[in-house]
């Protein structure tokens, strides 16, 4: 199907405002922030490895703006809640006093060399934020979208300066970008933006229980820290967490009565002292592999268990 031609601008135009701040980001923009890390391009919520994004990045534009001092924000729209699909943010990078330059240099990066008016920080001013780069922990989400905004500053008051100083010193995550510039007389200001992707190959950790998730066509499966096993040495009951419970009737918690919880650490401490070793082939009893804090060591060391 053919689109009318107004209906098809329409459409070419929101595609190309999803490449300059994310869908959903305020405050938005249509306008390109070029943003490279030592010849990698970082555009358009690309992918980027994270090795690369250690240092801070070149960033500038491919016209020359008409601002006298300009502001960037770096922003990280996909932190981790204890409540997924929910997220919040966190401010990476937040660079005051910089200006541009008055003539363009050519980038060469493994896209093609790319023509850029670079921002400087000819006053060596101190960052607000200083820059640190995208690390994204393994949880729910594991993409993260690392979001640039550059903000005109010109005739920025010291109160502004400060409203958003506090915010960012107080705020770093949650840091909302919206209201911090509404509120330093700054809206309408952004004149430039960008994001790109870094994700954490995963598995997925799970923050409760110390155990990983792996996700295959979209089902989650939790695997323990530890493989069950026999031969290969691994331990056949792998204790997670303090509070946890246990498959087999083992004695960490009381169990039905109070008799039936001394009888399983008789059990126990007898498995314990009648096995052959502590390691080598072979499946051995499951309590010769549990280290209590030492106690088994010390207690069963002379007799080499």
């Not at 689109?3 to 390109?32: I, R, S």
């Not at 997220?87 to 990476?92: A, G, K, P, S």
């Amino acid at each position: 199907m053919i689109l009318p031609a107004y209906l098809a601008v329409l459409v070419t135009t929101a595609t190309v405002a999803m490449g300059k701040t994310p869908e959903g980001f305020k405050p938005a923009t249509n306008a390109d922030l070029i943003v490279d890390y030592s010849g990698i391009p970082a555009l358009n919520g690309a992918v980027v490895s994270r090795s690369p994004t250690g240092n801070e990045p070149r960033i500038g534009t491919a016209s020359r703006l008409n601002g006298s001092s300009y502001a960037v924000m770096m922003i990280d729209i996909d932190i981790p809640t204890n409540s997924p699909p929910q997220t919040n943010t966190l401010i990476h990078w937040l660079q005051t006093g910089l200006t541009q330059a008055t003539t363009a240099t050519t980038l060469n990066t493994t896209s093609g060399p790319v023509r850029v008016f670079l921002m400087e920080n000819r006053a060596n001013t101190t960052a607000i934020t200083p820059y640190f780069g995208p690390n994204p922990p393994a949880r729910i989400p594991l993409s993260h979208r690392y979001t640039q905004i550059l903000v005109d500053t010109t005739s920025i008051t010291t109160q502004a300066i400060e409203i958003i100083r506090t915010a960012a010193n107080t705020t770093r995550i949650g840091f909302n970008a919206e209201i911090v510039l509404s509120q330093a007389n700054l809206a309408g200001r952004v004149v430039a933006g960008n994001f790109y992707n870094v994700t954490n190959p995963g598995p997925v950790q799970s923050v409760a229980t110390n155990t990983s998730t792996t996700i295959t066509s979209g089902v989650a499966t939790n695997t323990a820290a530890f493989e069950p096993g026999t031969s290969t040495g691994r331990p056949a009951t792998a204790i997670i967490a303090t509070g946890s419970t246990f498959k087999e009737d083992k004695p960490f918690k009381n169990l039905s009565s109070t008799d039936e919880t001394k009888k399983a650490l008789h059990e126990c401490a007898h498995s314990i002292k009648s096995a052959n070793s502590n390691g080598g082939g072979g499946r051995r009893p499951q309590w010769s592999q549990v280290k209590l804090a030492g106690e088994l060591g010390q207690e069963y060391s002379s007799v080499g268990k």
